[in-house]
């Protein structure tokens, strides 16, 4: 059973950055696409970000040029990289397998983007 563990969010003010990471445990990760979700107060979560194993990379249309996945599979963990963030950037961001989650999710981690 892998584990996953968000860390990097954070309150920054609209137009800032903050860089999420999500660390998993297994020695298998390498193999796995991954994904950054996120979910806002009464909203279903929603996909931002993929990355394959071989690195390849997609996101939503409201984070595409503002956003960055990355990973580094010596580190098992993967990276979200967010600029110019503004209020509606605002959710709890969660990363899982791509593209069936895995049954179980990490904790999360609070990003509020507010003045």
């Known amino acids: 059973q892998v584990q996953l563990v968000e860390s990097g969010g954070g309150l920054v003010q609209p137009g800032g950055s903050l860089r999420l990471s999500c660390a998993a445990s297994?020695?298998?990760?390498?193999?796995?696409?991954m994904g950054w979700y996120r979910q806002a107060p009464g909203k279903q979560r929603e996909l931002v970000a993929r990355i394959t194993s071989s690195s390849s990379t997609n996101y939503a249309d409201s984070v595409k040029g503002r956003f960055t996945i990355s990973r580094d599979n010596a580190k098992n963990t993967v990276y979200l990289q967010m600029n110019s963030l503004k209020p509606e950037d605002t959710a709890v961001y969660y990363c899982n397998r791509q593209p069936i989650p895995f049954g179980s999710w990490g904790q999360g981690t609070q990003v509020t983007v507010s003045s």
């Open positions: 297994g020695s298998i990760f390498s193999i796995y696409g």
